[in-house]
């Protein structure tokens, strides 16, 4: 084709062309200005001019002696024939305006009339019934503001060409004829702003092309009908200022298009469905002034709504928390959920807005807490009529309604007596305006009082004596505990027996009965099975050792572990030898035996696990077959998580002291031939610090935890470690849990703002993108990245504990599932203490995301079938690695009591 053109192009020259261009070009100029043709229809003009004089135009806009078609304003013509007739805001003759009629008798006479616009011009009076026999061709109509009275005739049903029927602003009555429904063409029905009754008619489902339908302010009745969600064109839909009863439809959420739903001011009831989140143009959703009740679904508002501007709840009857995700909406403009009964805190975190000059209101609710940074956007606020309390931040004070609440130095607040009785409905302290609590005054008698006087007065000398002694017991203490803190390991792992307690160490921390801990090895035997420790059997020097690849007797591949005492602490490995001799548990590497029959260089021997270590399996890509790289699957990344908690767990539960691995990251992760987790590197194990007077008096001090410098032997490290491996299984990022720099504590930070308990979309910007992530697995690896998060919680006392975190990853749909879903009844059970409400618990406290979740029965029941198999599934087959708890899997939630109960008797 390209080739024919080019040919043609070369043949004319191109003068020729210049010209045939210049002269078409002047065609149709004058074709354009030939097109006024004048008025042809004889019955046309005729009927023109009746209806200027019963409708009363003035000469200035319709002159009599000029031709219609090209000097009449408003008149839209087509090859001499009358089209469009637009009167829209005439002004009629002073006689006209005496008697204004809707007397329009002479549209009969147009045939080809495809517009007519009467908007505000006064046509008193109802719609002609043959308008729908007879204006055939009409594909406007707009009757808007013309003080029309009457009913809508049925028989525009029959102008099947309509695409505009604009009859909004009159006194229009009676119901809306179902026959509407045939107009299969209409993209735009406006009748707001009437006195129409009856409901809507089941009819308009058909209505497919229809992109506007305004029903505002009328009497209309009944609900929403059925089938509504078949409007996929609509993009504004307004019901508002109706008397509209029943739900809102959930099929509402497959309007796609929809940029503005108004469904205020009628008596909608029931709860928000979820399926509103679908609605991924809208714009601005008002559903104020309505019965809705119960709390909102936690997954309405999302990222992918990035286009809400206006969100409006006022006046209903809804409960329960504020979804996350409405704070994060990028482009709010107006938020009001006023005059409901929600509660909960405000989100911590500082959020990513487009737009910092939005308004909110959140007066009249339950909601409490401190004001946070999530009220930087809003440029004004009402926050009054809740129970917030303490400190008005700077950036809150000058543009916010503050009233009623329980706040610190503001005027107009609640009684002390009133926040506190609610601070205590919710379980917490009330802050009393930032002052002491003064104990009620108790009836003291004039002469008492002296003497109660001196007595207070003795014990303040007295207390103030014990506590100058008390800190110096504390000076004392710290002083100590600094001194021996070198020695802590071995006193640690060795001093108070695991579970059978035969081993000892002698002072200088030779083993003695530790060497019938596995085989005894010969050195000649070691270097024999490591070729002479080659450098090509070398895998890699570990921090407590070297490690060699080897094959012992009867052909078992092993690891041999070289540690040159004169290097690394002689302790390492009496503290290693002194774990396996009382620890057999399927879930740590297994131990072969020792040699440590020269003086400077020991060796420990251990079965070799074929996959080596997590950090390895990472890193390894299997090339599939269609050539892609397929790094660890999901499932198996999954089973190693389950695996690793239950060996953390089994030391921090299971072992009495409890003990504590201290080197929790990828590489001690080792994987047998099916994936099972062997943890290893357990040079560093030692006994839980726990809540030793030591922790205690520098939580008292706020010393700087030894946990946060990284050393300290307390649970809630490996928790710490533990979310970093967690971290470095979803997103892939390699060598995460091996290191403690700058750069991870900035990946860390900049990664944990998309694990949203709220918003499962977002993960999926940090999940890793050699992960095969099909919708099934999204919801684990959501709950995987949120438990990690409350690992990772900066206050140690906030981390969950291990057993709550392997209940967790045994069952991680339940997470997701639970905080989101959680209906009425599951939100009490889980009520604190059970493993869920462990986690969250950390998980609300933790930093910058503070907000309690909600609940709604509503949500993806469909895929909950998922749960119960690959739960399993990821950690199934495990022979060997299996701890008793993975059977009790199914028994979800279990109450607080029975946690304990159960712990009490395993420890007992
Ligand atoms: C206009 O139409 C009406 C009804 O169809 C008819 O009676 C009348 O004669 C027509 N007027 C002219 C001028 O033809
Ligand atoms: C409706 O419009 C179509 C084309 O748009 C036209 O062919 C048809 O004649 C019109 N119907 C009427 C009744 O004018
Ligand atoms: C127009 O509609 C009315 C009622 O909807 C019907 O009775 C009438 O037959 C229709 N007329 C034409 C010409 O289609
Ligand atoms: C609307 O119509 C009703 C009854 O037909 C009448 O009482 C009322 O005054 C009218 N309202 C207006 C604004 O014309
Ligand atoms: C909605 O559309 C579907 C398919 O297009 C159809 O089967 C169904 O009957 C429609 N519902 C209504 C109420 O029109
Ligand atoms: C709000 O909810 C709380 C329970 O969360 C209830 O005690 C209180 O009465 C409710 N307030 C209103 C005004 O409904
Ligand atoms: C927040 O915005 C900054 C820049 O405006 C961007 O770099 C960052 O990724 C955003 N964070 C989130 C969580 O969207
Ligand atoms: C508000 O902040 C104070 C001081 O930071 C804190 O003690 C209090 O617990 C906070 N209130 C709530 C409800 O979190």
């Not at 929600?342 to 909110?360: E, R």
């Amino acid at each position: 084709m390209f080739g024919s053109m080019g040919k043609r192009l070369v043949e004319i020259p191109l003068c020729c062309m210049l010209v045939s261009v210049v002269v078409f070009a002047q065609l149709t100029l004058q074709q354009q200005q030939q097109q006024v043709v004048p008025l042809s229809s004889g019955v046309e003009r005729v009927a023109l001019l009746q209806l200027r004089s019963s409708l009363g135009i003035r000469s200035k806009d319709w002159p009599r002696k000029a031709d219609p078609c090209s000097a009449w304003v408003g008149i839209t013509c087509t090859n001499g024939r009358v089209t469009g007739i637009n009167v829209s805001g005439f002004r009629r003759t002073r006689l006209g305006s005496l008697n204004p009629q809707f007397s329009v008798d002479a549209l009969r006479n147009f045939t080809l009339l495809a517009s007519f616009n009467a908007s505000n011009f006064a046509l008193p009076g109802q719609i002609p019934g043959w308008f729908g026999q007879q204006l055939v061709s009409l594909q406007v109509l707009d009757l808007r503001s013309c003080l029309i009275s009457g009913s809508i005739p049925s028989s525009l049903g029959n102008l099947t060409n309509l695409t505009g029927l604009f009859l909004s602003d009159n006194n229009l009555t009676g119901v809306i004829p179902s026959s509407l429904g045939k107009l299969l063409r209409v993209l735009n029905l406006d009748f707001s702003q009437n006195s129409l009754s009856g409901s809507i008619p089941s009819s308009f489902t058909s209505l497919k092309t229809l992109t506007f339908l305004g029903l505002s302010s009328n009497a209309l009745s009944g609900s929403i009908p059925t089938g509504f969600g078949n409007l996929t064109g609509l993009q504004q839909l307004n019901l508002s200022g109706n008397h509209l009863s029943g739900l809102i439809p959930p099929q509402l959420g497959d309007l796609g298009r929809l940029l503005d739903l108004d469904l205020s001011s009628n008596n909608f009831s029931g709860s928000v469905p979820s399926d509103l989140q679908k609605l991924r143009s809208l714009q601005k959703l008002l559903v104020n002034d309505n019965l809705l009740g119960g709390s909102l679904p936690d997954d309405l508002f999302s990222s992918g709504q990035s286009q809400l501007q206006v969100v409006v709840f006022r006046n209903n009857l809804l409960t329960g928390p504020i979804p996350s995700g409405l704070w994060l909406l990028p482009q709010l403009i107006l938020l009001d959920i006023s005059g409901n009964n929600f509660t909960g805190l405000l989100p911590g975190g500082i959020l990513n807005a487009t737009v910092t000059t939005a308004i909110l209101n959140i007066s009249g609710n339950s909601l409490y807490g401190n004001l946070t940074s999530s009220l930087r956007r809003f440029s004004h606020s009402d926050l009054s009529g809740n129970y917030f309390e303490g400190m008005v931040p700077a950036y809150v004070l000058a543009n916010a309604s503050l009233g009623k609440n329980c706040l610190q130095n503001v005027s107009n607040q609640r009684t002390a007596g009133e926040c506190a009785s609610f601070y205590a409905s919710k379980g917490l302290v009330f802050d009393n305006f930032g002052r002491p609590i003064t104990p009620p005054p108790a009836p003291l008698s004039p002469k008492s009082k002296k003497s109660k006087k001196w007595l207070y007065i003795l014990v303040g000398v007295l207390g103030g004596v014990a506590l100058i002694l008390l800190l110096a017991a504390i000076c004392c203490l710290l002083f100590i505990c600094g001194r021996r803190k070198g020695s802590l390991n071995q006193r640690a792992a060795g001093g108070e027996p695991a579970s059978t307690g035969g081993a000892t160490t002698s002072p200088s921390g030779a083993p003695t009965s530790l060497a019938r801990v596995g085989d005894s090895y010969t050195y000649q035997q070691l270097l024999q099975a490591t070729d002479q420790f080659s450098e090509l059997n070398l895998i890699k020097h570990g921090h407590s050792g070297d490690l060699f690849r080897g094959m012992v007797e009867g052909g078992v591949p092993a690891v041999v572990k070289k540690i040159d005492v004169t290097v690394v602490k002689r302790e390492l490995y009496t503290v290693e030898l002194d774990f396996f001799s009382k620890v057999s548990h399927g879930r740590f590497v297994p131990f072969l035996g020792h040699c440590l029959e020269n003086e400077n260089e020991k060796y420990l021997v251990y079965k070799y696990m074929p996959n080596e270590d997590l950090s390895t399996a990472m890193l390894k890509k299997t090339a599939t077959e269609d050539d892609s790289l397929l790094s660890l699957d999901w499932i198996k990344r999954l089973k190693i998580a389950v695996g690793t908690a239950e060996a953390l767990t089994y030391l921090h539960h299971e072992c009495s002291p409890p003990l504590v691995h201290r080197d929790v990251q990828a590489s001690s992760i080792l994987l047998d031939d099916k994936y099972e987790v062997r943890l290893g590197s357990l040079s560093d194990v030692s006994a839980q610090e726990g809540d030793t007077h030591q922790s205690r008096i520098t939580r008292l001090l706020r010393l700087p935890s030894a946990s946060e410098t990284g050393t300290s032997a307390n649970c809630a490290y490996d928790v710490y470690c533990f979310g970093k491996v967690l971290l470095e299984l979803v997103t892939g990022k390699l060598g995460l849990s091996a290191s403690n720099d700058a750069e991870t504590k900035e990946f860390i930070d900049q990664t944990l703002p998309y694990i949203n308990i709220y918003d499962k979309e977002l993960v999926t910007k940090i999940v890793d993108p050699l992960l095969i992530v099909d919708e099934d697995f999204l919801e684990e690896v959501w709950a995987m990245a949120i438990i990690a998060r409350s690992c990772l919680n900066p206050k140690p006392a906030r981390r969950p504990p291990m057993r709550y975190i392997l209940k967790a990853l045994e069952n991680p749909l339940k997470i997701v599932r639970e905080e989101n879903t959680g209906s009425g009844r599951l939100r009490t059970t889980s009520s604190r203490g059970s493993w869920n409400a462990g986690l969250f618990g950390s998980w609300r406290s933790s930093s910058d995301l503070a907000v309690v979740p909600g609940s709604s029965a509503t949500k993806a029941e469909g895929t909950s079938k998922q749960s119960g198999t690959t739960g399993s599934q990821g950690s199934g087959h495990n022979g060997n690695g299996s701890s008793s708890r993975r059977r009790h899997s199914k028994e979800i939630c279990p109450e607080p009591s029975d946690v304990q109960d159960v712990e009490r008797q395993e420890q007992d």
